[in-house]
């Protein structure tokens, strides 16, 4: 549980504030910190979700998730009867441990300091992703395929917190960057999700499910204004031990 709970603060405050310009009202240069953040940056980003390509990731998506759940029991049997097939055990592992978030939000964190605004729809894009993982998770209460706990308390097989985190930074990095980039980063997303697979921790369709979540969020960060801010503001986590803190720094 504690686990959990770091990594969803991780999560939640890995973004920053765009400072308001010279010329703005004096009613807005008094509004509150989280209450500028929310109007500027998040409400934004959650209105614009929806554009053309916005539909087309979750229509897409849904249907290749409809059609993975069909083939979810014949997945996991083969996969059963055949292990180590594609990855071996300490491979799998490893793809999982880097699939649990933490480089994600590390990426994200390091971007905020050398590419500010691509740093900043990357963390806005794994809270929103990571929100409505738990909440979808907490609604569904899908089984895994093992049959045990993991991570909450409660059945989350669906949708892959993995997947959709891995896919996130993927999209993210790839919006930002390119193609070149983007390649690489959706191939381990995918061998991230294939190892969750393996490791009998979800079901065809829960990873196709966070992938269409991470991708989702992702596009719809990258479309974020931030204008031309005169003043930086960032909020980032650190960890030491069994210590968790948020700071603030600020630019003048």
């Known amino acids: 549980m504690r686990k959990f709970l770091l990594l969803f603060f991780i999560i939640s405050f890995s973004f920053t504030n765009l400072s308001f310009a010279n010329d703005e009202a004096q009613e807005e240069e008094e509004e509150g910190f989280f209450s500028r953040t929310y109007r500027r940056q998040l409400r934004p980003i959650v209105e614009q979700s929806l554009d053309d390509t916005g539909k087309s990731i979750l229509t897409y998506g849904g249907i290749a998730t409809l059609l993975a759940f069909a083939l979810d029991n014949s997945v996991y049997e083969f996969n059963k009867d055949h292990p180590n097939r ?90 930002a960057y390119g193609d070149k980039v983007g390649i690489f980063s959706f191939a381990f997303a995918g061998a991230i999700s294939a190892s969750r697979i393996q490791q009998e921790a979800h079901w065809l369709s829960d990873v196709m499910a966070g992938a269409t979540l991470g991708i989702f969020w992702a596009h719809a960060s990258s479309k974020l204004d931030l204008g031309s801010p005169d003043k930086n503001g960032l909020l980032y986590p650190s960890v030491e031990k069994d210590q968790f803190a948020i700071n603030f720094l600020r630019s003048f």
């Open 86 to 175: 594609y990855m071996d055990d300490s491979t799998s592992h490893f793809f999982s441990n880097a699939g649990d978030g933490k480089l994600g939000i590390g990426i994200a964190v390091a971007q905020l300091f050398w590419d500010r605004e691509n740093g900043i729809k990357h963390a806005w894009a794994l809270f929103l992703t990571s929100t409505t993982h738990f909440t979808t998770a907490a609604i569904v209460q899908r089984d895994r395929p093992h049959g045990k706990l993991t991570y909450l308390p409660f059945p989350s097989s669906f949708p892959s917190g993995h997947s959709s985190s891995a896919f996130t930074t993927a999209a993210s990095l790839q919006n």
